[in-house]
């Protein structure tokens, strides 16, 4: 294996010690051009409930660097409640939402809520969600997204979730956390590595590499029961893990044969097929939306990217710029494609138009790793360091926002975005 795989194969697995039930803070680093002026009223109803969902959407919108939080004064405003529009105008809101937190018969909390658009003076919608005191966060977290889709015209992610592995006192943990970093629950704990976590497009399963084995095998397991299946473990390396669009299949990468390439299997472990066949080093599969795989290969003799069809075939090159560019992940739309490219010695992410082939690189770190697209295409989710410590990072496709995602006197690495809610 040449020695520069072999390099960002040791990276891949490099995890530091982390605390084991800490949460991910979140650091707003840069923020959109024009951000919209918004205003989130305190919600009437229960004080407490109240507090957690309006907490909830005010964080979200604000960390999103799209907007503007207008601050309401104390102003307390339902979804029923006649709005005066000139004097949110007045006080600088494009916008303003305002609701409430009802408890229904069975214990349970009702959050109403309903968007207006001062400007037009007219009403944008509204929408009731139950919850429970657990899932209040949750609750605010729909609301947030609503209020996104209405005034970007694009889905909000607000309700996703992200997945990554820490490691504390020589234990890694697989964890599945809100998309703001709350509400982290351990998936899995191993004293060998957990690497490579990626999402089914219904967001039910985690496929990844473990080592427990002492030796990398390809694992699909369920959130909901636990349960998980084996569905790599050929002699040699068994990695990268891809889903294809519908969730029948996974593109894997074996080395069973000799060097790395790329093999479709059923999610289930059935059904192996060959899809590449190279000389080279063939890994980091991908599927794009239309069902074509991009991936990382150094048959040109550096390690490029390429792309090929479902079913293999020929593959054409895609990166020239550089001698040196790995981790392909296709935006949700098909659109652009971000990966890793080494510059002046720097493993930065960046961002290539696939129509036009313009490239940009969106960060100024210098050891960037395992990008993955929110699902709405809007941000990019990355492993780096700062300060020598690792952190994940958050940057919108065009680089103006930034956001940085850490844990407190610890490290954090292989990120992965998880879908839209289904």
Known sequence: MPSIF?????????????????????????????RIPVAIADFAGDP????????????????????????????VLDENAA?????WKGRGADALAGGSLVRSADGRMEARFRL??????????????????????????????????KLTGEKGIFSTRIAYVVKSAGQFRLQIADADGQG???????????????????????AYV???KKKPVIYVHSLASGQRTVVANFKGSNSAPAWSPDGRRLAIVLSKDGNSQIYAVNADGSGLQRLSQ?????????????????????????PQIYRMGGNGGDAQRVTFDGSYNVSPRPSPDGKSLAFISRRDGRFQLAVIDLASKQVQVLTDSSKDES????????????????????????????????????????????????????
């Not at 891949?12 to 680093?29: D, H, K, P, W």
């Not at 709005?83 to 004097?87: L, S």
């Open 6 to 34: 072999r390099k960002f194969l040791v990276l891949l697995g490099l995890l530091a010690a982390t605390a084991v039930n800490a949460q991910l803070s979140i650091e707003i680093t840069g923020a959109g051009a024009n």
């Open 48 to 75: 407490t409930a109240a507090r957690i969902v309006t907490g909830t959407v005010r964080a979200d919108l604000e960390r999103s660097g799209l907007f503007r939080l207008i601050d309401p004064a104390g102003t």
């Open 83 to 87: 709005v005066a529009y000139g004097d």
């Open 116 to 149: 207006y658009d001062t400007q037009k003076q007219v009403a944008l919608g509204g929408a009731a969600f139950v919850a429970g005191q657990e899932q209040l966060r949750a609750a605010g977290h729909r609301i947030a997204d609503f209020i996104y889709e």
């Open 184 to 206: 982290a629950a351990t998936a899995l704990t191993s004293t060998e590595p957990i690497i490579s976590p990626v999402w089914s497009p219904d967001g039910s399963r985690v």
């Open 210 to 212: 473990s080592f427990e």
């Open 278 to 302: 190279s000389g080279g080093i063939d890994t980091e599969p991908r599927f794009a939306p239309d069902g074509s795989i991009f991936f990382t290969s150094d048959r040109g003799g550096s």
């Open 371 to 422: 990008p993955s697209f929110a699902p709405n295409g809007r941000m990019i989710l990355i492993a780096t360091e700062t300060g020598g410590r690792g952190v994940l990072s958050a940057v919108s496709s065009d680089g103006r926002i930034k956001q940085r995602l850490s844990i407190a006197a610890g490290d954090v690495r292989e990120p992965a975005w998880g879908p839209f809610n289904q």
